[in-house]
């Protein structure tokens, strides 16, 4: 299999498991759909593999094949992402909370969770600009992208001498940074026994971001976190989890 892809199985698990894996993560939110050409170029299986996989796949609902033989993302993925939203016992603080900051901001508002290496749009709310940023519930973003990753990525690390000293530099923002039209204004959210619950941010239009800008919802921003924060270390949920 020279120049094809093969999964790498010495750490454990199983190959075949692997590649269909590997044919999942290759979709992507610009996709309607994808010939098997198009699988076989971004995952580097050949065709006969990805077809064998493929069956398995549609079968589970992971993904499903178009009347014009392309595949697409099927609905299990998206069963499975509830799931894993509602493990964390949080919408009921999380989503009000936006949806007022949103009004008062007058700019999108999102909530954000750290796996591994990357972070997670748990929960998003839009504003009413026509022009806005286009994050949405799932979406998965590297740490490094916007300001919401960096604040999961130092506090998630931090010890707390070294907690109190990025307190200090709160809210943290992002100006450009992976999307050169986008900004982020973010702050840690914290539950009490669980630590670091998530990242609280307000992200639009790199434009609509000015300095006046910046500085009026600082405040705005910090006040919300409080509440969430507050709201968090009460519930019973996050107290018994301690």
Known sequence: MSGR???DTRAGGVEAVDRALSILGCFT???EGLSLAEISSRTGLYKSTILRLTESLVRSGYIVRMADKRFAAGPTPMILGSFYRRRFKMEAFVRPLLLSLVEQANESASF???EGNRSICLFRA???HL??????????????HHAAGQVLARFSLAKPRM??????KIPFV??????????????PVFSGSEGLAGALAVSGPLTRFTP???VNMRPLLLEFDERLSTSLASSQYFQARS
């Open 131 to 144: 022009i806005r940023d286009q994050i949405r519930e799932g979406d998965v973003l590297s740490l490094d």
């Open 29 to 31: 939110e610009r996709d």
């Open 126 to 128: 839009d504003c009413r």
């Open 112 to 114: 954000f969770r750290k």
């Open 212 to 214: 006046e800008k910046l």
């Open 5 to 7: 892809l093969q999964a």
């Open 174 to 187: 992002s100006l450009g940074e992976g999307d050169s039209e986008t900004a982020t204004m973010a702050v």
């Open 163 to 168: 907690r109190i000293a990025l307190m200090a």
